[in-house]
Every structure is written in C-alpha cells, then in structure tokens.
Nanobody, 123 residues
Framework: QVQLVESGGGSVQAGGSRRLSCVAS????????MGWFRQAPGKGREGVASIYTSAGRTFYADSVKGRFTISQDNDKNTVYLQMNSLIPEDTAMYYCAAKTMSYGDWFDYYTFWGQGTQVTVSE
C-alpha cells in the first residue's frame, strides 16, 4: 500500500503561482509513475501531469503545458506540481496519484490516490 498526502492548495489571483506537494509513504518502492489529476465542479477527472520516477521523464496535458512543472525529490518521497500563470480554468480539486505498472498511457492505471487539495483561481 502507498499513502499519499497533498498540500499547498489555496486561493490565488489569475497570473499567480502555487506549488503543490505530495508526500508518499508505505510501499513507495513499488511506484513507477506519479501523477497529478484535477476535477472541477461538473467536470470529469483530468490528468494534469505525470512523471516516470526512475528516469524523470514527464508528460503534461495540453491545457497546462508550458505553465505547470512536475518534479520529484526521492530523498523526501515527495512529488511537486509547480503551477505558474494560473487562470480561472485551473480552479479544481487537485489529486496526487501513484502508478505501479511500468507500461500504459501516461494517465492510466493509477492505483493509489490522495485526498486532494483545493486550488481556486480568481480574476
């Protein structure tokens, strides 16, 4: 089992920045990918960013490419999402997730999920 706890959410004005953190514990050695997802009211869950933990390769949704950056600190068992140039459309509950498989699409087959942290972007 892997436990994930997100933090760093809050309210920010459009154009501002936030950094989300996700601390992993438990069987962290089994994770192959870490990802960030989000869900806005009335919308489905959307993959935002993912990182292949062993190689550091990353993948981003088109909607956030160039504005968001996913990174990891293995010594701290932590993954980050740096969010820049925020727009109101980024308002959502953001979730951290872990994937143990070494194959599949970047946003598929995530098994473990955090409780989420709310990000609200105002005009």
């Amino acid at each position: 089992q892997v436990q994930l706890v997100e933090s760093g959410g809050g309210s920010v004005q459009a154009g501002g920045s936030r950094r989300l953190s996700c601390v992993a514990s438990g069987a962290t050695h089994s994770t192959r990918f870490m990802g960030w997802f989000r869900q806005a009211p009335g919308k489905g869950r959307e993959g935002v960013a993912s990182i292949y933990t062993s190689a550091g390769r990353t993948f981003y949704a088109d909607s956030v490419k160039g504005r968001f950056t996913i990174s990891q600190d293995n010594d701290k068992n932590t993954v980050y999402l740096q969010m820049n140039s925020l727009i109101p459309e980024d308002t959502a509950m953001y979730y951290c997730a872990a994937k143990t498989m070494s194959y599949g699409d970047w946003f598929d087959y995530y098994t473990f999920w955090g409780q989420g942290t709310q990000v609200t972007v105002s005009e």
